[in-house]
Every structure is written in C-alpha cells, then in structure tokens.
C-alpha cells in the first residue's frame, strides 16, 4: 500500500480561495490521501462553507487565530494521531496540479533521508513564470534568495534535486521527521518558522528536495494582506534575527545582522524622503520589525499575535 498522506492547509477568513484550492486538491491522483484544513477562529463562513462543498474534509478548529506555526501545528497533531506516513502542507491561497502529489510521495521514497520534498511553484496570476523551486544558500542570510524568482519556465529546472532550503507554500514531510523534531516552533507567529523548522532538521541529517514533476499556482501571501503587506513585512525583519540568532554561530549571526540593519534603516530613510505613503508602510514595518527582533535577543518571548501598531499599517 502507498503511504497514507494528510493534505494540511490552515485558513482564516479566506473563504474566497478555498473552493478552487479545494478543488484541485480533491482532484489529486494519489489513491492514499485524506485533507484536513485547520481553521484559525475565522468568522467569514469559511467552516460551514467547507463542510457543505467539501464533506469530506476533516476540519480542526483551533477557535482563535493562533498564528500559522500553532495554527498548522494543531493540524500535524491531528494528522499524526490517525496515522499520517507524510503530510502534505499547502497554502489555502493555492491551487495544485492533479499529479503533484504522486509525484512528492515517489520523489519523498527514493531520495535519501529527504525530510523535506518541493516542486514547481508558480504565479498565480502568472502561471507560466516561477515563485520558487527551491533556495540558494547566501554567505551572509544563510537562507539566499528564492531559486526560478520571475523566471518562466521554458524548461530550465528539470531535474530532481537537492536544495538548501525549500518554502513550505508546498511541501511534502515525512512522518519520522515529525517524529524525531516535533513541527513548527510556536515561538514563530507568521513568517520564517519554515526556516526555522529546516534549520533543525538538517541538524539531524535530513535533506531537501524538489522534484519538477510536481506543480502548484500560488496568489502569495493574500491572508496577509498580499504582496509587501506590513504584517508580512514585520513579521519576516523579526524571525529572520530569532532564526539566525538560534542556529547561526556568533561571527555569521553579528554578518548578518549589521548587514541587514543598514540595509533596513537605508531603506526606511529613502521612504521617508519620497514621502510615499505606500512605499513607507511597509518599510517602517520592516523597520519595527527588525527592533522586535532585536529585543527578542534579550526577552526570548514568543510572538503570540499581530502588533496594534502593524494592524494599524495596513
């Protein structure tokens, strides 16, 4: 028998993208999968929306919004407790090609201690050109840049292959990693606890790798507010310092660090100057963010939701 897979994607208030995602998961090939979606206390209808389109579905409710790493982690305990060999972890804001999970488990099955197993990620409203496939590995962030960024595809990643890092809009886990490390860490509200999770993964010897078999359409970040929304912004400027500063060395931490504060504060001071509204929102957040993260260096107490401050930037 193939290995039996949870599909798990978390929601809140993102009724308008579950029918399509939903869709396209249901119509996956793999004979051996069930679907659960976590709901993180949403109260736009979306879990009697999906109990009458999607009956089938097992649906978790956490009651409040949790943030994505407690919101997904209640959803891989589920999971878990009634047998999941591997976990399926989508966005809700997506939709997958029928084959991409046969394609993940095969990939999942015959690489090496591959903890981890991505495919082809695109554009949502540019399904010819690439998200990612995949991270390149930086000499100062560690975790470099996204791998096919706007590129289109015209063939040129072909090839199952290992990768540094890989971002988990989809991504394939295998049960005994779960087993041996535990999932996402709650000290990550939003952002970086993919980094974070991997970081402690390869720690332990597991691997990861993308397969071009295997793909999915993604509309990026819209329960955040959509691309360079200031949730998204703070929230990535704080967790990248927490997940450096965990699992870097003190020479490549303090690299990182001065890089990135004049890199922000540059930033933040060209805004200013323009006195663009749009354009200073998202850096000041970036900003606030890169000084929570700082703090954090001294307090080491988990975010546990969106900041007045941020909510008031959107």
Request: some cysteine; hydrophobic content about 40%.
């Amino acid at each position: 028998m193939l290995p039996r897979v949870f599909v798990v994607t978390l929601n809140w208030n993102g009724r308008e993208w579950l029918h399509d995602c939903l869709v396209s998961v249901f119509a996956m090939d793999y004979p051996n999968y069930q679907v659960v979606m976590v709901d993180n206390g949403s109260t736009d209808g979306s879990v009697e929306f999906v109990r009458q389109q999607f009956p089938s579905a097992h649906i978790v409710g956490t009651g409040s919004n949790l943030g994505y790493a407690r919101g997904f982690n209640a959803g891989l305990e589920y999971a878990a407790a009634r047998g999941a060999d591997f976990f399926l972890i989508m966005n809700n804001d997506t939709m997958v090609d029928r084959g991409a999970l046969s394609a993940l488990a095969e990939t999942a099955q015959t690489r090496e201690k591959a903890g981890f197993v991505t495919g082809k990620i695109y554009l949502y409203d540019r399904p010819d050109t690439f998200q990612t496939v995949g991270k390149r590995e930086d000499p100062i962030t560690w975790n470099g840049h996204h791998i096919g960024w706007l590129e289109k595809d015209i063939g040129q990643y072909e090839s199952v292959e290992e990768r540094v890092f890989v971002d988990d809009v989809m991504t394939l886990v295998d049960r005994r990693l779960y087993d041996e490390i535990g999932g996402y860490d709650p000290q990550f509200f939003l952002q970086c606890e993919e980094f974070d999770w991997q970081a402690r993964a390869k720690k332990r010897g597991w691997r990861f790798y993308y397969t071009p078999k295997a793909r999915l359409w993604h509309r990026v970040g819209m329960s955040m507010g959509g691309r360079g929304s200031s949730v998204g912004c703070y929230f990535n400027a704080r967790n990248a310092i927490v997940v450096r500063a965990r699992h870097t060395g003190p020479a490549r931490f303090l690299r990182y660090y001065a890089h990135t504060c004049f890199q922000v504060l540059n930033s933040f001071l060209r805004g200013l100057v323009q006195l663009n509204g749009a354009k200073l929102r998202p850096r000041l957040a970036t900003l606030l963010g890169f000084c929570a993260g700082t703090l954090w260096l001294v307090h080491r107490q988990p975010a546990t939701r969106v900041p007045w401050i941020i909510v008031k930037l959107r």
